[in-house]
C-alpha cells in the first residue's frame, strides 16, 4: 500500500513538473499560455446518463464539443467517426469497463489523451489508470467545482500537445542534414521508416562523409526510443587503454587517476541509443568485453563487482568492410553477427548526385543564416559542374566547398569560379548527363 501512495505520488509530480514546463516553455517562445487550451472533441463516456450529460455540459459552457457514450461498446465505435482530442471516462461500469475501454483505446492509438473518473476512487485505482495509460484521475466530486474539471481538460489537452510538438521537433531534427530525393535517398528513407520502430541492431556502411551519423540519428528520433538520450562514442578516437572506461565505467580507485566513480556511455545510453562510430577501429579485447555486455544486457564497471542492467539499443557505424576485417582476423566473427542485424549501406554521393541541389540550397541556407549572408542560388551551370565531381569527401567535401565559395561570393548567385574542388571529375556522372 505504502509503494502505491509513493508511486501515485510520484506521477502526480510529474504532472505538475511537465505543466509547469509547459508554461515556462510558452514564456521562453512569447506565445500566450492560456490554462484553457482552445475547442477540443472530447468523447465522454459514463453508464449514468445525469453524470455524463453534466460533465457534457459543463465541458461545453466552456467551449468544447462533447460527444455521449453510454457505455465503453458504444464509445469504441464512435472514436474512430468522432476522432476525439480527449477521452473522458467512467472507471466503473457494468460489463466492459472503463480500464478495459482505456486498454482497448491505447492499442490502436497509443497517444490519445484519457482522462479517467470515478466515484469510488482509491490509490490502487488511480495507479492501474495512470499504468496503462491515462493521463489524468479524476474523482467525480470534484465535478462539483467547474475549475478542477478545467484545469484538468486543459492540463491533459496541453501535455499532448506539448508531446507532439516535441515529437515534431526531434523529427525535424534526425531530417536535419538527411536531405535529398534520388532513388537511393527514397530507399534510405524507407529503410529507416521500417527500421526505426524496432529494437533490431543496425550496422550502417558506407564512406566517410556520407551522412552515417545523420542516419544513425534518424534512426534514434524516429523510434519508440527517441524521448531517451542518444549517445555516442568514436572507437576510433579513443587509445586502448581508455576504450573501456569510456564503455563500461568505472569505479573510484579502480586505477591510477580514478578520482571519482564514474558512468560509461552504456548507463549514459540506457533506455535510448548508443552509437558506436567507427566499430572497425575498437580493439580485439575490447570487442570480446563488448559482446559479453551484448549478450547478458548489463555492464561491470571497471573495479566494480555489481553488474548494473541496460536497456540499450546499438547502431554501429564504419567506413570498413567488416566482413574482411573478419577474414583476416581483426573482427570478432560473433561480434559481427551481433552488430549486423539490420545492415545499410549509405552510397557515396557520387553514385548519388541528384541529391546535390537539395543538398546545396540546404547549405546555402545554413550558411546565410550562420554568416549574415544573402545568396539567394547557385547558377544551373554551377549545379551541373557540381554533380561531375567524384567528391571523395561526400557529403562533408560538398558542405566544404559550399562554405569556401559563400566567403567569397559578393552577390546573390553561386558561380563555378567560387568553388575549388579537389578530387577530379566523375566521369560516369558525366557520361549519364550526356546520355540525357
Not at 123 to 147: S, W
Not at 211 to 230: I, T, W
Not at 337 to 361: C, F, G, K, M, Q
Request: aromatic share 6%; glycine share 6%; with cysteine.
Amino acid at each position: 500500500m505504502l509503494m502505491l501512495a509513493v508511486l501515485y505520488a510520484a506521477v502526480l509530480t510529474l504532472n505538475a513538473k511537465m505543466e509547469l514546463g509547459i508554461a515556462k516553455i510558452a514564456k521562453v517562445y512569447g506565445k500566450k499560455f492560456s490554462i484553457l487550451p482552445p475547442m477540443a472533441k472530447i468523447l465522454v463516456v459514463d453508464d449514468e446518463e445525469i453524470m455524463r450529460d453534466m460533465v457534457a455540459d459543463s465541458l461545453e459552457l466552456n467551449g468544447h464539443r462533447c460527444t455521449v457514450a453510454a457505455n465503453p461498446q458504444i464509445a469504441l465505435e464512435q472514436i474512430s467517426v468522432v476522432n476525439p482530442d480527449l477521452i473522458i471516462s467512467d472507471y466503473k461500469m457494468p460489463g466492459m469497463t472503463g480500464l478495459d475501454l482505456l486498454k482497448a483505446v491505447k492499442k490502436d492509438r497509443p497517444s490519445q489523451p484519457f482522462l479517467m473518473m470515478t466515484a469510488f476512487g482509491s490509490i490502487e485505482m488511480a495507479v492501474e489508470a495512470l499504468q496503462n495509460g491515462a493521463d489524468h484521475f479524476i474523482e467525480k466530486k470534484d465535478f462539483e467545482h467547474a475549475e478542477i474539471i478545467e484545469h484538468a481538460v486543459a492540463m491533459v489537452l496541453e501535455k499532448y500537445k506539448y508531446r507532439m510538438e516535441n515529437t515534431v521537433l526531434k523529427k525535424r531534427l534526425c531530417e536535419k542534414n538527411f536531405i535529398g530525393h534520388s532513388e537511393k535517398f527514397v530507399a534510405l528513407n524507407k529503410f529507416v521508416e521500417t527500421v526505426a520502430p524496432t529494437n533490431a541492431s543496425v550496422l550502417i556502411t558506407g564512406e566517410s562523409g556520407v551522412g552515417k551519423e545523420v542516419l544513425a540519428r534518424a534512426l534514434h528520433y524516429q523510434s519508440l526510443r527517441a524521448g531517451g538520450p542518444f549517445v555516442k562514442i568514436n572507437c576510433a578516437a579513443l587509445p586502448e587503454s581508455l576504450i573501456e572506461s569510456e564503455l563500461f565505467g568505472h569505479e573510484k580507485g579502480a586505477f591510477t587517476g580514478a578520482l571519482k566513480t564514474r558512468r560509461g556511455k552504456f548507463e549514459l545510453a540506457d533506455s535510448g541509443t548508443l552509437l558506436l562510430d567507427e566499430i572497425g577501429e575498437m580493439p580485439l579485447a575490447a570487442q570480446s568485453k563488448l559482446l559479453r555486455v551484448l549478450q547478458e544486457r548489463a555492464v561491470v564497471r571497471i573495479g566494480g563487482d555489481d553488474e548494473i542492467k541496460v536497456d540499450v539499443r546499438i547502431i554501429c557505424t564504419t567506413n570498413r568492410d567488416l566482413k574482411k576485417e573478419v577474414e583476416n582476423g581483426n573482427f570478432r566473427e560473433d561480434l559481427y553477427y551481433r552488430l549486423s542485424v539490420v545492415p545499410v549501406h549509405i552510397p557515396p554521393l557520387r553514385e548519388r548526385t541528384d541529391d546535390i541541389p537539395d543538398l546545396l540550397n540546404y547549405f546555402i541556407g545554413k550558411f546565410n543564416e550562420e554568416n549574415g549572408r544573402a545568396v539567394e542560388e547557385a547558377s544551373e551551370e554551377t549545379v551541373s559542374m557540381l554533380q561531375e565531381q567524384m567528391w571523395p569527401g561526400n557529403i562533408r567535401q560538398l558542405e566544404n566547398a559550399v562554405a569556401r565559395a559563400m566567403v567569397f561570393c559578393k552577390g546573390t548567385t553561386l558561380t563555378p569560379e567560387f568553388f575549388e574542388i579537389e578530387g577530379g571529375k566523375n566521369v560516369a556522372a558525366g557520361k549519364t548527363k550526356k546520355k540525357a
